[in-house]
């Protein structure tokens, strides 16, 4: 299933991402590249592709999207991982009488960690800028250049989102371009052509490498903007980690018993993008809304749009032998995976689809309270996605629920009269005054 990129969501579904043989040939070697802007290197003699060069013009290496199982993550080295952030939550009751944590109070956890780094930022700074920065001669090119990488690929596969952060500031634009990229190459290892070859142990190097671009030590140019970025922003680990456990999670689940499973799996894969793009994107400095409720309503976004991609497309996971519905939900229904994999539209499935689609309507609604709340610089995109990717619901509906055979999409007509609509929705500025997410 590949994930739901919340902010980022034209993204054609039929695309494939050609493969850089560049950054293939330098995961072979071990070359490393040293770029973040903290921690550029200092040695004119760096070296480029396995050779040593002295002046000159330097050459990057140009990551692949598609960060091939089979090379991605087998060069340079490992450093020693930070311990796991367990998450320590409420309690619930399971049906065997034992006691066990819930998935929303799990992320909640992970929520509330993003939130106090950025309010820690913002005691610090009054304001959510981006941080100074240490500019090494001689190398400010290759970053911007990294950066400009991240746009071209952003603009290439998510043309009408690329379009919307050319309204946010330079900085900002940048650096969500960086998580975009990021976020594609991950769902790519899963998704992508070379998924056959995935193993966990690829997916260990690749959050060791996660773990690199945090310290300051990027392997390619695509991995050097993001590694920029989290230097620059209060961007915190957790959500991006938290992604490549739901790529694990691809690799050997396929039924979720109940919601609380698949909450957990459309948090890993979807909702985890708003909390990485939340302290980029920025709140309104006249918002009156909690940190935290702000960050909740970006979860909401991500996890709707997943739901609506898990609703879509129903009948292609089905031939691949899988089922993101909610088994227990399924047998209320008296419906089974049997039901499913036959593929028949019957009014047992119209009335579960309904509800089904009713609940991902819900968390879109609650998305919608938070987006007034960003920078206003930020809200078009991100309302953009939301009222797009909501319209795909209307599409099932139109289909008369046939999810099996039918792909519910919305026409380019419908997504060019809906992004005025945004636009004008984005201009509306928070409500000062009775926000349902004010503070209290």
């Given at each position: ?7 980022l ?5 039929t695309?494939?991402?050609?493969n850089?043989t560049?950054?293939?040939d330098?995961v072979?070697e071990?070359?490393?590249?040293f770029?973040?802007s ?10 480029w ?8 013009r ?5 990551g ?10 087998l060069?340079?080295?490992?450093t020693?991982k ?7 939550s ?14 929303e ?11 106090a ?11 959510l800028e ?8 001689g190398?400010?090119?290759?970053l911007?250049?990294a950066?400009?990488?991240?746009g ?5 596969y ?6 919307g ?6 900085e ?17 290892l ?9 193993t966990?142990q690829?997916?260990d ?23 920029d ?30 919601f ?37 309503a970006?979860l909401?976004?991500?996890?709707a ?10 009948g292609?996971?089905?031939r ?12 209320q229904?008296?419906l089974?995976d049997?039901?499913?994999?036959a ?13 089904q ?8 609604d609650?998305?919608e ?6 920078d ?12 797009l ?21 919305v ?5 060019l009269?809906?992004l ?8 509306v ?8 997410l004010?503070?209290?």
């Amino acid at each position: 299933m590949s994930m739901s990129v919340a902010l980022l969501w034209v993204v054609s579904p039929t695309s494939e991402v050609s493969n850089g043989t560049g950054f293939l040939d330098s995961v072979r070697e071990g070359n490393r590249v040293f770029v973040s802007s903290r921690f550029l290197a200092r040695d004119r003699n760096l070296k480029w592709n396995g050779r040593i060069m002295k002046g000159g013009r330097q050459r990057w290496n140009f990551g692949s999207l598609n960060a091939d199982s089979r090379y991605a993550c087998l060069g340079g080295s490992r450093t020693e991982k930070e311990g796991t952030f367990s998450v320590q939550s409420s309690l619930v009751a399971s049906p065997a009488g034992e006691m066990t944590a819930s998935s929303e109070k799990k992320v909640y956890d992970v929520v509330l960690k993003q939130a106090a780094l950025v309010k820690r930022q913002l005691r610090s700074t009054d304001e959510l800028e981006v941080k100074p920065d240490i500019v090494v001669p001689g190398n400010l090119g290759l970053l911007s250049e990294a950066y400009d990488r991240c746009g071209e690929v952003c603009a290439e596969y998510a043309k009408t989102f690329y379009l919307g952060t050319k309204l946010m500031t330079p900085e900002r634009r940048r650096a969500i371009w960086a998580i975009y990229v990021w976020c594609r190459r991950t769902d790519e290892l899963v998704d992508g052509p070379n998924a056959s070859h995935i193993t966990p142990q690829a997916l260990d190097r690749w959050e060791a490498r996660l773990e690199d671009i945090f310290s300051g030590r990027p392997f390619d140019m695509l991995d050097a903007a993001l590694s920029d970025t989290v230097s620059r922003f209060p961007v915190d680990i957790q959500p991006f980690r938290d992604m490549i456990e739901g790529m694990r999670m691809d690799l050997w689940k396929s039924r979720y018993n109940n919601f609380d499973e698949l909450y957990l799996y459309c948090y890993y894969v979807a909702g985890t993008v708003g909390l990485m793009s939340v302290p980029v994107m920025g709140i309104a400095p006249e918002s009156k809304a909690t940190t935290e409720s702000v960050y909740n309503a970006a979860l909401a976004l991500g996890l709707a749009n997943q739901l609506t991609n898990i609703l879509r497309d129903v009948g292609e996971d089905a031939r691949r032998g899988r089922v993101y519905l909610p088994q227990d939900e399924l047998a209320q229904a008296e419906l089974s995976d049997e039901d499913i994999f036959a593929g028949k539209v019957t009014d047992k499935w119209r009335n579960f689809m309904k509800k089904q689609i009713q609940r991902a309507r819900k968390f879109f609604d609650e998305s919608e309270k938070g987006v007034t709340e960003l920078d206003s610089a930020s809200r078009w995109p991100v309302l953009a996605a939301l009222l797009l990717y909501r319209k795909i619901l209307d599409e099932i509906e139109a289909n008369d629920y046939n999810n099996f055979t039918r792909r519910a999409y919305v026409s380019k007509p419908k997504k060019l009269l809906t992004l005025p609509i945004a636009y004008a929705k984005s201009l509306v500025p928070p409500n000062r005054t009775s926000s349902p997410l004010a503070k209290t």
